[in-house]
């Protein structure tokens, strides 16, 4: 190989962007646009943004003159959107960059979940993205639930059924109720000669909390069933998942091909669990695996004990 001549100058090596480009392809490819969107009453509220007159310039802390858009809404959102970015603004980004090119926006939902080196790990901004999504365009949600999990993990899809449910802001109440209660316990000071009273109450509460977690359970059954058709679609969707992989990996695991088995039944919420209590996913994803007519241990028996059969089905119990 000739080496470069004295008066030749070598520029720095140069990064194959095709070689990346092609890597991150395949994991979009299979991004799905729902042919109908929801009609919402947010649709109206796109046309409230001026996307020909946003303004180019402006300043920086400093005062310096800056482009403050690239005149394109989707690389604004590529550029802008990082993990302290408020919700008002990614929604308002959202609304931008989806008028301007939907199927570059949806891989741009994804991209913040990217937790393989594909992008930012951002999963408040990625459930956030998430919730606008099933908000404005349920159907395209619903659909890419596999792709969305190949960009995060499996447990995302229950998560994001769980912020549907009881709002974007209660992990957020969750944590700040667990920092409340640490500090209280650190500042009580329990008289020693009340310690047989105390543990009395204590068992009186574990029998209380029983109770409420069956009546909440047969609440949240009824709270699921009654739900709005687009969240009882989506957590429909979300069982199907589950249980579309867990037959193939029930059949792995007969034949002792272990390495085959997804990460599904890792990340699937098991049998009383925070997610399974909240959300009845266990019973939802044991319905689909084992129905009725799969065994005749089922025919006699009424609705209500079958529900109950299904829901104490832990389906990946062997694959863990």
Same mark, same amino acid.
């Given at each position: 190989?000739?080496?470069?001549?004295?008066?030749?100058?070598?520029?720095?090596?140069?990064?194959?962007?095709?070689?990346?480009?092609?890597?991150?392809?395949?994991?979009?490819?299979?991004?799905?646009?729902?042919?109908?969107?929801?009609?919402?009453?947010?649709?109206?509220?796109?046309?409230?943004?001026?996307?020909?007159?946003?303004? +180019? +310039?402006? !300043?920086?802390?400093?005062?310096?003159?800056?482009?403050? *858009?690239?005149?394109?809404?989707?690389?604004?959102?590529?550029?802008?959107?990082?993990?302290?970015?408020? *919700?008002?603004?990614?929604?308002?980004? !959202?609304?931008?960059?989806?008028?301007?090119?939907?199927?570059? =926006?949806?891989? !741009?939902?994804?991209?913040?979940?990217?937790? #393989?080196? =594909?992008?930012?790990?951002?999963? &408040?901004?990625?459930?956030?993205?998430?919730?606008?999504?099933?908000?404005?365009?349920?159907?395209?949600?619903?659909?890419?639930?596999?792709?969305?999990?190949?960009?995060?993990?499996?447990?995302?899809?229950?998560?994001?059924?769980?912020?549907?449910?009881?709002?974007?802001?209660?992990?957020?109440?969750?944590? %700040?109720?667990?920092?409340?209660?640490?500090?209280?316990?650190?500042?009580?000071?329990?008289?020693?000669?009340?310690? &047989?009273?105390? %543990?009395?109450?204590?068992?009186?509460?574990?029998?209380?909390?029983?109770?409420?977690?069956?009546?909440?359970?047969?609440?949240?059954? /009824?709270?699921?069933?009654?739900?709005?058709?687009?969240? /009882?679609? !989506?957590?429909?969707?979300?069982?199907?998942?589950?249980? &579309?992989?867990?037959?193939?990996?029930?059949?792995? +695991? *007969?034949?002792?091909?272990?390495? %085959?088995?997804?990460?599904?039944?890792?990340?699937?919420?098991?049998?009383?669990?925070?997610?399974?209590?909240?959300?009845?996913?266990?019973?939802?994803?044991?319905? /689909?695996?084992?129905?009725? &007519?799969?065994?005749?241990? @089922?025919?006699?028996?009424?609705?209500?004990?079958?529900? @109950?059969?299904?829901? /104490?089905?832990?389906?990946?119990?062997?694959? #863990?």
């Amino acid at each position: 190989m000739a080496s470069a001549g004295a008066g030749q100058l070598l520029g720095q090596p140069t990064l194959n962007a095709s070689k990346i480009v092609d890597s991150i392809i395949p994991q979009t490819d299979n991004l799905i646009l729902s042919r109908k969107t929801t009609t919402t009453e947010h649709d109206d509220a796109m046309e409230s943004f001026d996307t020909q007159n946003f303004p +180019m +310039m402006g !300043l920086t802390e400093n005062f310096s003159p800056t482009y403050l *858009s690239t005149g394109n809404p989707c690389l604004d959102f590529f550029y802008h959107v990082v993990p302290d970015t408020s *919700s008002n603004d990614l929604i308002q980004r !959202l609304y931008l960059a989806w008028a301007h090119d939907p199927l570059t =926006t949806l891989k !741009l939902i994804c991209n913040p979940r990217g937790v #393989r080196g =594909t992008g930012k790990s951002d999963k &408040e901004g990625f459930y956030t993205s998430s919730l606008w999504l099933h908000k404005s365009h349920t159907k395209t949600l619903a659909l890419n639930l596999k792709a969305l999990a190949n960009f995060g993990y499996f447990k995302d899809l229950p998560e994001i059924l769980y912020w549907l449910l009881f709002g974007p802001e209660v992990r957020k109440l969750a944590k %700040q109720a667990r920092y409340e209660k640490k500090r209280a316990k650190r500042n009580m000071h329990v008289d020693f000669f009340l310690e &047989e009273e105390v %543990q009395e109450e204590g068992i009186l509460e574990k029998v209380e909390k029983i109770s409420k977690e069956e009546a909440r359970a047969l609440r949240k059954e /009824r709270e699921i069933s009654k739900a709005k058709p687009d969240h /009882r679609f !989506l957590f429909d969707c979300v069982c199907d998942v589950f249980a &579309e992989l867990s037959k193939p990996d029930l059949e792995f +695991m *007969s034949r002792g091909e272990v390495f %085959q088995i997804s990460l599904a039944a890792k990340w699937c919420p098991a049998v009383d669990s925070s997610y399974d209590k909240s959300l009845l996913l266990c019973e939802g994803i044991a319905r /689909r695996v084992f129905p009725r &007519e799969c065994d005749k241990e @089922y025919e006699g028996i009424g609705e209500a004990h079958y529900s @109950y059969r299904q829901r /104490r089905l832990d389906v990946f119990g062997g694959l #863990r």
